[in-house]
């Protein structure tokens, strides 16, 4: 039997080894009949298991935990793919059903959840195939024209299909539009009109050799009595490009150089190095916009450095000046930036701030599982007055 493609979030991290229990239930149960006593009877095929299972995860990680059981799993209705630790090395893949979960909140920043599952069916050793993804468009324009009125028909279109998957699982898009036009009457010079466009954008963040395809057809047609001008225009494209996996997800940028000046009167200068939860890098040069230079996540993707820590360590220079200290750990959240800011001071004028710093994305607090790691040199100077 097909294991379901429900998965959890690929944000959450595997079950904890402690506390992972399976204990079989009873193949047979009481069940009760029509008319006489109730009897014995073979309640499964096979023997379900039920599974005692904890999640060790972050504030940000429950929040999408439970919007997932209660949205996608709906509230524990729906069986998904549990991934489960066999017995001896190595795991397994079963069909599973939550029965309930519990969240102990402990100290720090950390919670537990502990979750209690039902097993059913055989396992499998490999992910289930993902293949029920698809989206399907019908658009229409009816016009008739009744005598000689020169009348332009037009009709714009545009479609896109836009998917992030975590398997090399098969893709593609079929895409079909038409525009039929009849006139009963001779038109001066009648304008018949169709742009079509259709895109398709596949990101695979992990796995390889993914199928991916798109089948395009559009046809304009047109009957007329007379012999007015007709004309048809098609154009398709199909571009592919592939990236190396080292790419994708969690990188490390290039350096990065942020440098400040100015000649305000009795305001201070500064300058900015700003991450962001999406994976992108920006740096602000004091009263300018803040301008993109990199990412450390990509494609860079909402939320999905939520409830990673990140520091910056000093390698050169004098970071007094520089907001919040160095080595000081913070974690993101779904939204917020993460910044530091170099201040050079009205009162010490033509005296460059300067400092050069490793900046450390990790999965932990302690940083002991560095998933980004990437140089910055920020500089500030106020030029007087």
């Known amino acids: ?72 799993l709906k509230a524990g209705s729906e069986p998904f793919t549990a991934k489960v630790a066999k017995v001896g090395a190595g795991v397994e893949y079963w069909e599973a059903h939550c029965l309930s979960f519990t969240v102990d909140h ?12 039902r097993l059913k069916g055989t396992p ?22 009744e005598g000689g009125y020169a009348y332009g028909l037009s009709a714009d279109f545009s479609a896109g299909l836009a998917v992030l998957v975590n398997e090399g699982a098969a893709l593609s898009a079929e895409f079909l539009a038409r525009l039929d036009t009849e006139t009963s009457g001779a038109l001066a010079n009648p304008s018949l009109l169709a742009e079509f466009a259709a895109a398709l954008d596949c990101y695979s963040i992990v796995g390889s050799s993914a199928a991916l395809a798109a089948e395009f057809s559009a046809g304009l047609d047109a009957y007329t009595l007379d012999v007015p001008a007709l004309t048809a225009e098609f154009a398709a494209a199909l571009d592919c490009s592939t990236t190396a996996s080292s790419s994708l997800g969690y990188r490390n940028p290039a350096a990065v150089f942020v440098y400040a000046d100015y000649a305000p009167f009795k305001q201070n200068v500064t300058a900015e190095l700003r991450l962001l939860p999406t994976g992108a890098v920006y740096t602000k ?65 033509n005296v460059t701030q300067s400092a050069t710093l490793t900046i450390l994305v990790a999965n932990d607090p302690d940083f002991l599982d560095v998933v980004s790691t990437f140089t910055a040199t920020i500089e500030a100077v106020h030029l007087g007055t």
């Not at 402990?106 to 599952?117: A, K, N, R, V």
């Open 124 to 145: 499998s050793d490999s992910l289930p195939t993902l293949s029920s993804l698809g989206a399907e468009f019908l658009a229409g324009l009816g016009v008739q024209l």
């Open 106 to 117: 402990q100290e720090g920043s950390t919670h537990l959840i502990s979750l209690e599952l």
């Open 285 to 349: 040069e004091h009263t300018l916009a803040y301008a993109l230079v990199d990412y450390f996540y990509s494609p860079a993707t909402a939320g999905v450095a939520a409830g990673r820590w990140v520091k910056a360590a000093l390698d050169s220079g004098d970071a007094s000046a520089l907001s919040p200290a160095v080595g000081v750990s913070r974690q993101f959240n779904t939204t917020d930036a993460i910044s530091w800011v170099m201040t050079a001071s009205w009162l010490d004028p």
């Open 1 to 72: 039997m097909a294991l379901p493609e429900l998965l959890l979030p690929p944000t959450l991290p595997d079950f904890k080894a402690a506390g992972h229990t399976a204990t079989p239930e009873p193949l047979y149960g009481a069940v009760e009949r029509q008319g006489g006593t109730e009897r014995r009877r073979r309640l499964y095929t096979s023997t379900p298991r039920r599974l005692q299972a904890q999640l060790e995860v972050t504030q940000a990680q429950l929040e999408i935990f439970v919007d997932w059981h209660e949205n996608t």
